[in-house]
DNA sequence: TTGTAGGCGTTATCAT
DNA sequence: ATGATAACGCCTACAA
C-alpha cells in the first residue's frame, strides 16, 4: 500500500511542504492560486493526510477503548453500536477489547489499550473484578476513564448504568401483584454492581409488601456455559411459585429447564435485560419483562468520556447517571393470576 | 496522560537514546551491565514504547480494519470474536466498523479504514453493494482484503464462506424426507452471495426430488425493520406446506406470524442460520437447524488476512475457502411426518 | 506569500 | 560499547 504524502505534491508542484500543509489546511497566509493548485492535486492523488503522523505530533490518538467482557452478547454488542454512532460521529475511532469475565484479562487488555495509546477508556467490568486500584492508578495518570453498566463504588469518576434497582424493583412488585409469594431470584455472579443494585431492588419489593426475604431462594450463576438445569432443580427444592430472572441466557436456560421437567409456569416470571422482544415473546408470552436501554447507554456514555477527553469537564455529569428501564407487563400476566 | 519515552530514561540514566534503545531491544552490543541499567529503571517507570511512532517509522499500523454490515447481529458479534482471537494472538489490533448494509456506508467506512492505515481489511459485504470496483481498485494499490461469509464472485483474492449451498440443500432435503412438497423459501435480499448459494441449494434438492421449482414460494426480505408477518400472510396464499428460512431473525418472525394465526406446524420448518441453540429448541422443537461456523469463519479469514499482510502468500489458501455447515435435526422431526 | 528548521518517539546507519 | 544523526509524515514558529 504505497501512500503520497505532502512531500510529493510539494515535489511535484515545485513547492515547500510547509507550504502544501498550509494550503490544504485553508490557511489565509497562501495566495488563493497557489491553494487551488494543491488542492486540485491532492484531490487528483487522492492524498490523505497519514493519521498516525498526525497522532504522533498531537500526542493523541483520536481512538476510544473500549472493554467489555464480552462481545458476542446482545447488550454489549448494542451498547458498543451506540458507542460507535457517537464516538464518530465526533472524529473518534473504537478499538474493542474483551475481558472475557477475567480480572487478569481485564488488566491485560486495559493494558493494552493504555500502550495503543487511546485517548480514553470506557469501561464495563468483568465479574471476577472487584480490585479497581488499578483503574485508579490510571485515573491519577490523567487518563480519563468512564464505566458503563457494570461500575463500581470504588472508583470516582463519571459512570453511566441502567436503573437496575427500580428494574427488579417493579419486576418483582410485577410478580407480587399477581399472587406471588415466594419468588425466587436467579442472578449474576455476586461481585459486579447490577447484581447487587437488582438484589437490592427484589428485596425492597418484598420488603414493601410484607414478605420476608429469604435467602435460599436466591442463586448466583456464573458466566462460563455452566448449566441452568442443576441450579433450577435445586432452587425447585425451595417450591418458589415465581422466578425473578436476572439476565436473556439464564432467562433461557431456566425456561429450557421448566419445561424439561414439564412445569407450567404461566404468569410466574419476570425478567431483566431482554432485548429481543419478539423472542421473549414467542419464549414465554406471561412474563414480564424488563429493558435495558443498552444502546442508549453506550452513546451517552461515549459523550461523557469524550467531553472528559476533550476537557469539557462541564458537560460532564458529575458521578453516576442512571437511566430508566422500560418494563413490559404482558396481557396474561395481569389476568390469570394463579 | 504524560509518557515517559526512552528520551526520559536516557537523560536520568546519562546515555544517548540509541542506547536506551538497544539496551531495551536486548541488542548484543550493549554490555550486560548497562542493560540491567537501562531496563530497571524501564520496569520501574513502567516504560511502553509508543506504537505510533513505531507505526510511523514502520509504516505500518498492525491494525486490521472489519467492515461488517451490522455488529448488533449473533452471527457477525461471534464472527467478531473469532476475528480477535487470531488477530491479537499475533499481534494485531482490531478495528470494526459498521456498513449498515449501505453501498454508500460501507465505501466510506473502507475509506475510513484505509486513511487510518489499517494493514489490512476483513469484509463482509452490505446487503446493498453489487459494485466491488472500488475494492478491486485497493487491491490494485496491494491493500490485502479477505472476504468472509458475504462474498463476491467479482472480486479475486480470498474468501471464507460456509457451505451455503451444502446447508440449504440438507435443510431442504430433511423437509422433503418429511414428506413435503411445497416448501416456502424465505430468506435474505437476492444481492448477496449467501442467498444466491442457498437459493440454488434448495432448488437442487428440489430437483433431486423430482419437485418443480415454484418462483411463487421464494420471497426475499429486506434487512431493515420490515416486518416479517405480511411477507408470511403473502405467502400463505400460494399453500406451502414448510418453510425454509434463511436467518435467525426471519425465522423468529416466520415462528411469530404463524403463532398469531394459530397456523402449527410440527415439523415443517428448517432453518439456516441459528446459533443459538437453546433458544430454537424453545421456540420450535421440531425445526431442524443448520448452524454457521460464525467463530471459525473470523478465525481463518483473520489467519488469510494476516498472512497476506505478512507476505506469507504461500500460506494464503487459494481463493474460497468453504466451512463445513452442522445441521441439527430434531428428534420429532423425523417421527412425525404430516 | 513562501521557505527553513525543529520536533513528536523510535530505530537504523554510520561514526567514534 | 556507545553516541550522533537522519528518517518516518505532519505541523508550526520563525525567517525571509
Given at each position: ?233 435445586d432452587l425447585l427444592e425451595q417450591s418458589p411459585d415465581a422466578f425473578f430472572v436476572a439476565s436473556d441466557r439464564l432467562a ?87
Amino acid at each position: 500500500m504505497d501512500t503520497i504524502t505532502i512531500k510529493d505534491i510539494a515535489r511535484a508542484l515545485n513547492l515547500s511542504t510547509s507550504t502544501v500543509s498550509r494550503a490544504l489546511r485553508d490557511s489565509h497566509e497562501i495566495k488563493p492560486e497557489t491553494k487551488r493548485l494543491v488542492t486540485e492535486y491532492a484531490e487528483r492523488l487522492d492524498y490523505r493526510p497519514n493519521p498516525i503522523a498526525l497522532s504522533l505530533k498531537e500526542n493523541r490518538s483520536r481512538v476510544i477503548g473500549v472493554i467489555v467482557p464480552q462481545i458476542a452478547n446482545n447488550f454489549f454488542s448494542q451498547a458498543i453500536n451506540g458507542i460507535e454512532a457517537v464516538a464518530y460521529s465526533r472524529g473518534y475511532h473504537v478499538i474493542i477489547f474483551q475481558s472475557h469475565e477475567s480480572y487478569e484479562r481485564e488488566q491485560l487488555t486495559i493494558n493494552q489499550a493504555v500502550a495503543r495509546k487511546a485517548d480514553g477508556l470506557l469501561i464495563s467490568l468483568s465479574s471476577n473484578t472487584s480490585d479497581v486500584a488499578y483503574l485508579k492508578s490510571l485515573q491519577d495518570k490523567k487518563l480519563p476513564i468512564v464505566l458503563f453498566d457494570r461500575v463500581s463504588k470504588d472508583l470516582d469518576g463519571p459512570c453511566v448504568t441502567a436503573d437496575n434497582f427500580g428494574g427488579a424493583f417493579a419486576a418483582t412488585e410485577q410478580l407480587i401483584q399477581a399472587g406471588r409469594r415466594r419468588i425466587a431470584h436467579l442472578t449474576l455472579p455476586s461481585y459486579i454492581s447490577i447484581t447487587q443494585e437488582r438484589l437490592s431492588g427484589y428485596r425492597s419489593a418484598l420488603e414493601k409488601h410484607g414478605i420476608a426475604y429469604d435467602e435460599s431462594l436466591v442463586r448466583y450463576a456464573g458466566f462460563g456455559q455452566d448449566a441452568v438445569e442443576p441450579i433450577i432443580d435445586d432452587l425447585l427444592e425451595q417450591s418458589p411459585d415465581a422466578f425473578f430472572v436476572a439476565s436473556d441466557r439464564l432467562a433461557i436456560g431456566c425456561l429450557s429447564a421448566l419445561r424439561k421437567l414439564g412445569i407450567a409456569i404461566p404468569q410466574s416470571i419476570a425478567l431483566i435485560g431482554f432485548t429481543n422482544i419478539t423472542v421473549a415473546d414467542l419464549l414465554a408470552p406471561s412474563m414480564s419483562t424488563v429493558v435495558q436501554p443498552a444502546s442508549e447507554m453506550g452513546q451517552i456514555a461515549a459523550e461523557q468520556l469524550i467531553n472528559l477527553i476533550e476537557g469539557k469537564q462541564h458537560l460532564v455529569k458529575a458521578e453516576t447517571i442512571i437511566l430508566p428501564t422500560r418494563m413490559i407487563v404482558r396481557e396474561s400476566s395481569a389476568h390469570q393470576p394463579g
